[in-house]
């Protein structure tokens, strides 16, 4: 996937996350949620009764859509949570 990430912005050491077992390019001071947007990552989870597919909502830590499975711990906030080098995500593709 591209990076989508403005390039003209100053960022933190780079940091590579695995995401479902993939390297990924992330960077010191971003959320989960800003690394997995910047990778082309759009559905993070899917409900439990309709299988429907959820993701960035509010993007403050309020409604819950951003949950992923993070170093083994499941139903953390992509977007509450900085980024650290080698962290795993896991997220329902």
Do not use: W
Request: glycine share 8%; aromatic share 4%; proline share 4%.
């Amino acid at each position: 996937m591209d990076d989508l990430r403005i390039p003209s912005l100053t960022r933190g050491e780079k940091l590579t996350i695995l995401v479902n077992g993939h390297p990924q390019v992330a960077f010191e001071g971003e959320t989960v949620h800003a690394a997995l947007l910047a990778a082309g990552y759009r559905t993070l989870r899917k409900t439990a009764k309709s299988n429907q597919p959820r993701g960035i909502f509010c993007g403050m830590g309020v409604c819950y859509d951003c949950l992923v499975t993070i170093d083994g711990v499941p139903n953390q906030r992509a977007c509450m949570t900085l980024v650290q080098d080698c962290m795993e995500i896991r997220i329902d593709e």
